[in-house]
C-alpha cells in the first residue's frame, strides 16, 4: 500500500491554494434530479479527480434562470429553457481541480446528446437537446460569474483532499 505521510491526511489550508486553482460551475438540472442521476453524475467528476468544494439543491427562480442563461436571451428557446430550469431542483456545484473548466466540458459532452460521445454524461444518459441533464461553465470567465452568481463565498469549502497529495507528486 501506498504510504502517505501523517501529515498529509487532511491538510486543512484555508488561504493559500485556493486562489490560483482553477474552479468550475457544474449543475444538475431538473430533468438529471427527478431521474435520479446525482450519484451517476457526481460520481464521474469525484472519481476523475476533482474536488468537491461547493453543493446544494435548489429550485431557482424564473429570474434566476434568466440571469443564469442571460447570454442566451435572444434565443428562440430561452424562455423554455428558463422555464425548465426553474421547473424543480437543480443540484448546483463547484469543482475544483487542474483543467476542470475544460476537461468538465469533455466529462459532460456536447450539448445535443445524439451528437455526444459514448462514454460522456449526456452521451451516456441523454437524448434530447432540450433535455441534457447538466450544465458546465465554457470557460474561465462564465465559471467565474456562475459561482459567483450561484453561491455566496462562505458556501465555499478550501481543503487540501488526499488525492492531491497523490497527483502532486
Ligand atoms: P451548453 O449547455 O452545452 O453549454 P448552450 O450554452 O449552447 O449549451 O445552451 C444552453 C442550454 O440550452 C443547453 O444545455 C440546452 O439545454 C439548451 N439548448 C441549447 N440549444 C437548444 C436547442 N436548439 N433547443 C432547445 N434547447 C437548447
Not at 446528446?113 to 432540450?130: M, Y
Not at 474561465?140 to 481543503?159: C, G, M, Q, R, S
Amino acid at each position: 500500500a501506498l504510504a502517505l505521510p501523517t501529515a498529509a491526511i487532511m491538510l486543512q489550508d484555508q488561504e493559500a491554494h485556493a486562489a490560483e486553482m482553477e474552479r468550475t460551475f457544474i449543475a444538475i438540472k431538473p430533468d438529471g434530479v427527478q431521474r435520479g442521476l446525482i450519484s451517476e453524475i457526481v460520481s464521474r467528476f469525484e472519481r476523475k479527480g476533482f474536488k468537491l468544494v461547493a453543493i446544494k439543491i435548489v429550485i431557482p427562480s424564473k429570474d434566476f434562470a434568466e440571469r443564469h442563461y442571460h447570454d442566451l436571451k435572444e434565443r428562440p428557446f430561452f424562455n423554455g429553457l428558463c422555464d425548465f430550469l426553474s421547473s424543480g431542483p437543480v443540484l448546483a456545484m463547484v469543482w475544483e481541480g487542474e483543467g476542470v473548466i475544460k476537461y468538465g466540458r469533455k466529462l459532460i459532452g456536447a450539448t445535443d446528446p445524439q451528437k455526444s460521445e459514448p462514454g460522456t454524461i449526456r452521451g451516456d444518459l441523454a437524448v434530447v437537446v432540450g433535455r441534457n441533464i447538466i450544465h458546465g461553465s465554457d470557460g474561465p470567465e462564465t465559471a467565474k460569474d456562475e459561482i459567483n452568481l450561484w453561491f455566496k463565498p462562505e458556501e465555499l469549502v478550501n481543503y487540501t483532499s488526499n488525492a492531491e497529495n497523490i497527483f502532486h507528486f
